[in-house]
């Protein structure tokens, strides 16, 4: 294979557009930095296997160097397959098969056409969907072109939350006589993922108007009678920011402009953004202290053109308060659209996302994208370091990081998670590949919790799931509540994560050593889906293994013995 001067060229802008130096590129790829600028300055020519390399490392498709000139595919074999070797795609978890098939029927294609079109036989391409034959690298091109998607379409892990939403869902006690077992629901989820996103969407609604009914029961009764847990109401902004990958180029086009007319060195004031608000929208912000029994954060009077923000907010919280109500004047249009691209089971979830999207541009217009990712590449994401340069809170640098998901200008894909001291997750979102709990209850061994006994401490761990891949995770505590002497305020633990991969551009990983297998932490999703039965902090069964009491074995603990070994 070979390549041109075009091609080089290209690859030396995305490595630059990455923040990425060329001999860490060439570290990385494994060649040496003057073989890469032979490479980048195009005299020298480039080998499937190599050209696979460069865009795993710079997260781009092969089209993306070759919009010009197409490469020919026909000598990639032997790369392909070691790159699918490299990236486990033969894997049970990446399900390469069924996704064929689910891009095969949104074409329309029907199963014998498609066999016809990529020259195998019927019975084979039926092996190959139902996932009981592994598809080599020749075949896969083939497959890509004739179904006109990406590599990475078929390899990226997508809805890394629905096979353990669903085994959540069938924990339920309605379903205990049914005796659904793990391998039945990946089947489920692996040959029909629009119908176990139904079923969810299903679930979700009954939770909420079961517990809508408990709390009427118990306001008239005057007796607490559940202790079930319940949907948090916010699950739909969950759905609706996974869906995007958290990241929304409007806004970010919109959050720009605003930044650009009230910067301050890297950073936004407070008086500028209600300067900005006076001037543009003839919008007046007052600073008040709230009266005795009426408590609030924000009040916005449309017929008074007043913003009212709490002197009990902190300055950060004030900030991003003025410039969410920017983003609610000048970009509301931008927002309804993205609200319309998405089908919302009730209006009160769709508001509670609007405000989502409202709080998202005034983040973007504090921490503008392009210097937001470069300071968050210069600095390894230390999140205190990012917070202090533009003068944000914690949680909110945690938030936007997330956010960095440009396909031209990408940062790390993260997970976050915020839960409270007895466990309740309410907010998720995971680009990661780590699951995340959607009803609550997630492992105990999860630093996100044990960040609580030492509150405002960043804790860092490599946390090891039980189908083998490993996490770097952060975790620290923030308060939250009112800044008055006398109220008491809530503590909440943020949970921040990447893939180990990227461990070399995480700040918090240089005190950890991640090839060290004594150092990881056995982490699962939750007791009912996690496998593991060596672990003392168990506190339910696991769902997809029979449970038998023995009252003369045990494990370590109750609900593991010889029986379940």
């Not at 996103?197 to 009914?213: E, M, P, R, S, V």
């Amino acid at each position: 294979m070979s390549i041109n001067v075009s091609i080089g060229n290209k690859i030396r802008n995305f490595r630059r557009k990455l923040g990425l130096q060329a001999k860490k590129l060439a570290e990385q790829i494994n060649i040496s930095p003057s073989y890469l600028n032979l490479i980048e300055s195009g005299k020298r020519n480039i080998d499937a296997d190599l050209l696979i390399k460069i865009c795993n490392e710079l997260r781009i498709e092969l089209s993306d160097l070759t919009s010009e000139r197409e490469i020919s595919l026909d000598n990639s074999k032997i790369a392909i397959t070691k790159f699918l070797k490299n990236k486990n795609i033969n894997k049970s978890d990446l399900k390469i098969g069924p996704k064929i098939k689910a891009f095969r029927r949104q074409l329309g294609l029907q199963a014998n056409k498609f066999a016809e079109q990529i020259k195998i036989s019927p019975s084979y391409l039926n092996l190959i969907e139902s996932g009981k034959r592994n598809i080599d690298g020749d075949l896969l091109i083939k497959v890509s072109k004739e179904l006109r998607v990406n590599l990475s379409d078929l390899t990226s892990k997508a809805d890394v939350n629905l096979e353990n939403d669903i085994s959540e869902l069938l924990d339920d006690q309605l379903f205990e006589d049914l005796d659904i077992l793990g391998p039945e629901v990946k089947d489920l989820v692996n040959t029909n993922p629009k119908i176990a996103k139904a079923l969810i969407k299903l679930g979700d609604n009954f939770k909420q108007k079961d517990h809508d009914i408990v709390n009427k029961v118990e306001d008239i009764s005057g007796k607490k009678i559940d202790s079930r847990k319940t949907a948090f109401p916010g699950e739909v902004i969950s759905d609706f920011l996974q869906e995007n990958k958290n990241y929304f180029p409007k806004l970010e086009k919109f959050a720009d402009k605003i930044f650009n007319k009230v910067q301050v060195n890297n950073r936004t004031r407070y008086i500028a953004l209600c300067d900005f608000l006076k001037s543009e929208y003839s919008i007046i912000v007052k600073d008040i202290i709230p009266e005795d029994g009426k408590p609030f954060s924000k009040i916005y009077n449309n017929k008074k053109k007043e913003l009212l923000l709490s002197d009990y907010n902190t300055l950060e919280t004030k900030k991003l308060h003025a410039a969410s109500q920017i983003a609610q004047e000048g970009a509301s249009k931008e927002i309804n659209e993205y609200l319309s691209n998405f089908n919302f089971p009730s209006n009160e979830s769709k508001r509670l996302t609007q405000v989502a999207l409202l709080n998202y541009c005034g983040a973007a217009i504090l921490m503008p994208y392009k210097l937001f990712h470069s300071e968050c590449k210069e600095l390894k994401y230390d999140l205190e370091l990012l917070q202090n340069t533009f003068a944000t809170s914690f949680e909110q640098v945690a938030h936007r990081v997330t956010c960095l998901q440009d396909p031209k200008l990408p940062g790390i894909p993260f997970h976050m998670l915020r839960t409270d001291i007895a466990g309740n997750i309410s907010k998720r979102f995971s680009l990661s590949g780590i699951e995340i709990p959607r009803y609550g209850g997630a492992c105990p061994r999860w630093n996100v919790y044990s960040a609580f006994t030492r509150p405002g401490v960043i804790q860092a761990a490599v946390s090891k799931m039980t189908n083998g891949e490993k996490y770097v995770c952060i975790a620290r505590t923030v308060e939250k509540g009112v800044g008055r002497y006398g109220l008491s305020k809530s503590i909440l633990s943020i949970g921040l994560g990447c893939e180990a991969k990227y461990a070399k551009e995480f700040v918090y990983t240089e005190n950890l050593d991640i090839s060290d297998k004594k150092t990881e932490i056995p982490i699962g999703v939750s007791c009912r889906t996690c496998d593991r039965l060596d672990c003392s902090q168990r506190a339910f069964p696991p769902l997809h293994k029979k449970f038998d009491i023995d009252i003369n074995s045990r494990g370590v603990s109750v609900y593991v013995n010889d029986k379940n070994n």
